[in-house]
């Protein structure tokens, strides 16, 4: 299931989760089109993954200080954090199978 991610509980739900599993977080916003054919996507893949990585994503009109944060300027964008540390990026919509392949390479 896919966890929804907020300037409030970013640090502990994703910085430091990361520090055990990878953690994937979709940076989207809802009047965004390319983001509403993300979403689908990373739902499945949060579904695949289960307690092996956790997946969710954040809202850039509601967590602005984040996003702003870790330089997102267009979104989709998509970050898998690991170690506490971004470990990859992704701008703009990504297939279910590059996430996979991508999440596969920090379990």
């Known amino acids: 299931?896919?966890?929804?991610?907020?300037?409030?509980?970013?640090?502990?739900d994703?910085?430091?989760m990361s520090k055990t599993k990878p953690v994937l977080v979709d940076f989207y916003?809802?009047?965004?089109a390319p983001c509403?054919?993300?979403?689908p996507i990373v739902e499945?893949?949060?579904?695949?993954?289960?307690?092996?990585?956790?997946?969710?994503?954040?809202?850039t009109e509601e967590a602005g200080k984040t996003a702003q944060g870790y330089g997102v300027m267009s979104i989709p964008t998509i970050i898998i954090f690991?170690?506490?540390?971004?470990?990859q990026t992704f701008v703009g919509v990504q297939p279910k199978e590059v996430?996979?392949?991508?999440?596969?390479?920090?379990i």
């Open 1 to 12: 299931m896919e966890k929804h991610f907020n300037d409030d509980n970013f640090a502990q």
């Open 14 to 16: 994703v910085i430091e």
């Open 99 to 106: 996430l996979i392949e991508e999440i596969n390479k920090h």
């Open 44 to 59: 499945e893949v949060a579904t695949e993954f289960g307690d092996k990585a956790s997946i969710g994503k954040l809202n």
């Open 29 to 32: 916003a809802d009047w965004c």
């Open 36 to 39: 509403r054919m993300q979403g």
């Open 82 to 87: 690991r170690n506490g540390e971004v470990a």
